[in-house]
């Protein structure tokens, strides 16, 4: 990856929480004991986003339809800040991912809340490779022959 693309620790714990569901969202917290005091500063919010799509994945951007999102913000007791964007309208979700960005910002990435993001980056990247296994299987190939060559 060029240092443009390259992502940080942050960028990747919160793209495992997003896609994380609630119930691992809370095993997750709960594996670290009780938790922690926090301010909500933005109350988990639904609203919608603009999705844009590729044409063949590299190809001219385009308006590809809106997405429902829920957001949150939370204020940790030591003072860190975790902010949380998750797909759909649960509310529980995004406080439980919001409440991880503040904890894990704290941490480093060898402590128990980095290993449990590792773990479920490592299930959702297995997901992945099934779902593609799976869509490769159905993979067809059109070829046309030229006649009287």
């Known amino acids: 990856m060029s240092a443009m693309t390259e992502k940080t620790a942050r960028q990747r714990w919160m793209a495992v929480l997003a896609r994380a569901s609630r119930s691992e969202l809370a095993a997750l917290l709960e594996s670290v004991g009780p938790p922690p ?84 980056s490592a299930r959702q990247q297995a997901a992945r490779e099934n779902a593609s296994r799976k869509a490769a299987a159905t993979r067809v190939d059109f070829f046309t022959l030229v006649r009287g060559a």
């Open 37 to 120: 005091a926090h301010d909500l500063l933005k109350p988990p919010e639904t609203g919608t986003m603009m999705v844009e799509g590729r044409a063949g994945g590299a190809g001219r951007r385009f308006n590809l339809g809106e997405a429902t999102v829920t957001r949150c913000v939370v204020r940790l007791a030591d003072g860190a800040m975790g902010f949380s964007w998750a797909l759909g309208r649960d509310g529980g979700k995004a406080r439980l991912a919001a409440i991880l960005d503040g904890l894990l910002q704290a941490e480093p990435e060898a402590g128990p809340l980095g290993r449990g993001v590792a773990e479920l």
